[in-house]
């Protein structure tokens, strides 16, 4: 009953940003139900604490859309938001992101650190990431996977936290996003513009700069925040969080959730199971995406030949292996979307809503996959629509061999155990993958 | 570990594939309709005679219709079970195997106004295809037709794209029968009504009462020109009778 006030409390939220906030069209529809993916994969990540990295053309509201999410689930004014925030630039320093000395005690001989509120607060905003130079994107690889960040010899790790990133498409100004870092996000998602006739009314729209403003609350936060800086026991923020969310409710009438709330949503998320469907097509996936018959796995440094039996499949299309993230971030998020639809279990479609999402930033599709997908009429950039495509593949042959592949998994299971049964035969990868499990095949 | 223990609880269910089941379903519809000819034939072979003879035919219809009754069908398996009556069929009165008439029965029971049949794939040529054909229903013959093709026509529309035998449009009363080619002797023999039209030759009419006859864009009968027409209705068809 307490998750299903959670359920329509966040309902709520994602209704109001949608009508008073983040102006867009819904793009993407699950269970007969349309959504903005932008927003709702942005909820689901500060809901479960995950990653977003958030794409698009300068000005369509890539970080706003995270700072009101944010503001709204983890009941921060606006101004608490904005103060966490980093940007990325070229001369960003880690004691800007992480840390810096405390240089009163060191002067005093003593290394204190004062740890910035982007590394303090549990909702992280890097805006521009890709303007961070290579060398630089990898002071932020540790805090961004686990929330664990080291200064000096000090660290600080957040028990509660979510990332947005927001980049632009490239220009002279960006760098490259290096594999390691793009691979931490869960999830990416295209903020888009919103069509001509809502661009108008965000023109005319002047409230939501102050909506989420809460001056006498953000003072108080950010005052708490400092006074740990002298060393002192982190102030207990939960008064704070009650005071804006009183605030907000006489505002706007909305009902913000709590600390204990959030966390009883994750729980709840959490213990949702796949179904064997679902199931046996995640495993599908990554046996495509991580498959090679001739070399034993993909590797980036390592190409497909021509004439491979397994052409058709999406081993012969991506030229790296999918990382043990990729299964992680398609589950949890499907668990989310479950949880948003409502149902028992993660289902096959919560999966396929979620996999291009997943796979889009990870996946370095090979160049004749990409010209062939260049020039497809689609609603989306070209990465997130390549793996629309290949995610859409997958199914169909999911679709086509499911009971096979489910009678072949459950047979595995059995053979494991020493049954004596015909091993699994059939043409797909997860096949080969199977008899190697079973040893029956080389790895 | 065993990375598969998830699904060790998977048991295949049973799977059904569309294409079983649409077999099993045929074949149930075919046997029955087997069946109601079966009894047609009984019926008919207590008579020890099958000639044109309106109380005979009129009554090997009616057996067929009663034959047919609770017999859900579709064109397809009225396809089926030409098939199966072209390959099987053994029983032959002196007018030819009642199939033919039973086929007649078919068509004009199933739920279909269009009903079309390759006459291409079959050896038979089987009489009365069109039998008593009603308004509103169509029949199309891709080929060559037997004799009596069209007979009693009830108002539906037979069409013939070969050539028809003897007997064409026999006591038509209404509708049309369309012959591609060419028919035998005794073209619309008894005809009441309706048009019965010929796109190559007519060998002989019979003696026609009403209605139409086209022999390619010249009506035959009733002639519009004074001159005699070139088809000449043959003498002595009363022995016929």
Not at chain 1, 287 to 311: M, N, V, W
Not at chain 2, 189 to 194: D, I, V
Not at chain 2, 209 to 224: M, R, T
């Amino acid at each position: 009953m307490v998750v299903q006030n959670c359920r329509d409390k966040i309902r709520d939220l994602y209704t109001f940003i949608s009508e008073q906030l983040y102006f867009n069209r819904p793009d993407v529809s699950v269970q007969g139900e349309s959504a903005n993916a932008t927003l709702l994969l942005s909820l689901f990540t500060a809901l479960i604490g995950g990653k977003a990295l958030i794409i698009g053309e300068p000005g369509l509201g890539k970080t706003t859309a995270a700072e009101y999410i944010c503001s709204l689930l983890y009941c921060l004014p606006l101004g608490v938001i904005w103060s966490g925030e980093v940007s990325g630039h070229p001369e960003q320093t880690e004691e800007k992101i992480v840390g810096r000395p405390n240089l009163g005690k060191l002067n005093q001989g003593e290394e204190v650190v004062v740890w910035s509120t982007f590394a303090r607060l549990p909702v992280k905003i890097v805006d521009e990431i890709n303007r961070l130079p290579e060398t630089k994107q990898s002071l932020i690889l540790d805090g961004l996977e686990r929330g664990k960040w080291e200064y000096l010899n000090q660290g600080l790790i957040n028990d509660e936290f979510c990332l947005f990133a927001t980049a632009n498409y490239q220009d002279q100004g960006t760098n490259t996003l290096v594999p390691p870092l793009l691979d931490r996000f869960d999830v990416v998602v295209e903020s888009k513009h919103p069509g001509a006739n809502i661009a108008c009314l965000i023109g005319q729209s002047t409230a939501r700069d102050t909506l989420l403003r809460h001056p006498e609350s953000e003072g108080a936060f950010l005052e708490a925040l400092q006074s740990t800086r002298n060393g002192q026991k982190i102030a207990d923020l939960e008064p704070l969080h009650q005071s804006f969310a009183k605030a907000m409710r006489e505002r706007c009438g909305l009902v913000m959730l709590s600390r204990a709330e959030r966390q009883a949503v994750r729980q709840e998320m959490a213990a949702l199971t796949m179904t064997l469907e679902a199931n046996a097509l995640l495993r599908m996936v990554l046996a495509e995406l991580s498959f090679c018959c001739k070399y034993g796995q993909k590797r980036s440094s390592e190409g497909c030949d021509e004439g491979c039996h397994y052409t058709g499949y999406l081993c012969y299309e991506v030229r790296n292996c999918a990382s043990n993230r990729l299964p992680g971030s398609v589950y949890r998020y499907a668990q989310a979307l479950a949880w948003w639809c409502g149902s028992p279990h993660v289902d096959v479609e919560h999966i396929r809503a979620i996999l291009p999402y997943a796979l889009a930033h990870r996946a370095q599709w090979r160049e004749s996959y990409l010209l062939a997908r260049e020039h497809e009429r689609r609603q989306e950039p070209l990465l997130l629509h390549a793996a629309r495509h290949a995610a859409a593949a997958v199914f169909q042959r999911f679709y086509e061999q499911r009971h096979d592949i489910l009678a072949s998994l459950s047979a595995a299971a059995r053979l494991l155990d020493g049954a004596d049964l015909p091993p699994p035969q059939g043409d797909h990868p997860l096949y080969s993958e199977i008899r190697r499990d079973l040893g029956l095949e080389q790895a | 570990m065993n990375p598969f223990e998830a699904f060790r609880s998977y048991s295949a269910a049973q799977r059904e594939l569309p294409l079983d089941r649409i077999l099993a379903r045929r074949d149930a519809v075919l046997q029955r309709l087997l069946q109601s000819y079966q009894a047609l034939i009984e019926e008919e072979s207590k008579q020890l005679i099958w000639v044109v003879e309106q109380g005979a035919l009129s009554r090997a219809y009616t057996t067929a219709v009663e034959a047919l009754q609770g017999v859900d069908f579709t064109v397809e398996d009225l396809e089926d079970m030409c098939l199966e009556l072209d390959a099987n069929d053994g029983f032959t009165a002196s007018m030819g195997p009642p199939s033919g008439l039973f086929i007649a029965a078919m068509c004009n029971h199933v739920p279909a106004n269009d009903i079309s049949l390759n006459l291409h794939l079959f050896r038979r040529r089987w009489p009365f295809l069109g039998y008593r054909l009603p308004r509103g229903r169509r029949l199309y013959l891709d080929g060559d037709a037997g004799d009596f093709v069209g007979a009693l026509l009830e108002g539906g529309d037979v069409e013939v794209t070969g050539n028809a035998g003897n007997y064409a449009g026999i006591g038509m009363k209404t509708g049309t029968v369309q012959i591609g080619y060419s028919t035998g002797k005794y073209t619309g023999e008894g005809m009441r009504g309706g048009t019965l039209r010929v796109g190559g030759r007519i060998a002989a009419l019979g003696r026609v009462k009403q209605g139409d006859i086209y022999e390619g864009n010249l009506q035959v009968f009733p002639a519009k020109n004074p001159e005699p027409p070139t088809v000449k209705p043959l003498a002595g068809t009363a022995r016929h009778k």
